[in-house]
């Protein structure tokens, strides 16, 4: 019903940047929180940073200052600039979005299928 599509990963050197996006199309009446968590190798997956439909932002700690949250509302599209990119920055990275399909139903948090981001030194 909903798909959520990342573009944008790679291989970059340290201090390097990279802009993901991520669309989401299908059955959509509106989007509240969207957002872009992460995953490295053996460790479990972690908030990188979340946009509200009003634009409010939030980030982990180990983004704050290098990575920007932003989203386009009329395209249900959010993205991630990530600068002064480091290897421990190296991970799988997903968007995601909650979903109202129709009005009155809830929000369903959908998710991309993930891209991967290396960074190395």
């Known amino acids: 019903q909903v798909q959520l599509v990342e573009s944008g990963g790679g291989l970059v050197q340290a201090g390097g940047s990279l802009r993901l996006s991520c669309a989401a199309s299908g059955m959509i009446f509106s989007i509240n929180d969207m957002g872009w968590y992460r995953q490295a190798p053996g460790k479990q997956r972690e908030l990188v940073a979340v946009?509200?439909?009003?634009?409010?932002?939030n980030y982990a700690d180990s983004v704050k200052g290098r990575f920007t949250i932003s989203r386009d509302n009329a395209k249900n599209t959010v993205y991630l600039q990530m600068n002064s990119l480091k290897p421990e920055d190296t991970a799988v990275y997903y968007c995601?979005?909650?979903?109202?399909?129709?009005?009155?139903?809830?929000?369903?948090?959908?998710w991309g299928q993930g891209t991967q981001v290396t960074v190395s030194s």
């Open positions: 946009i509200t439909s009003g634009g409010s932002t």
């Open positions: 995601n979005a909650d979903v109202r399909i129709r009005i009155g139903s809830p929000y369903f948090r959908y």
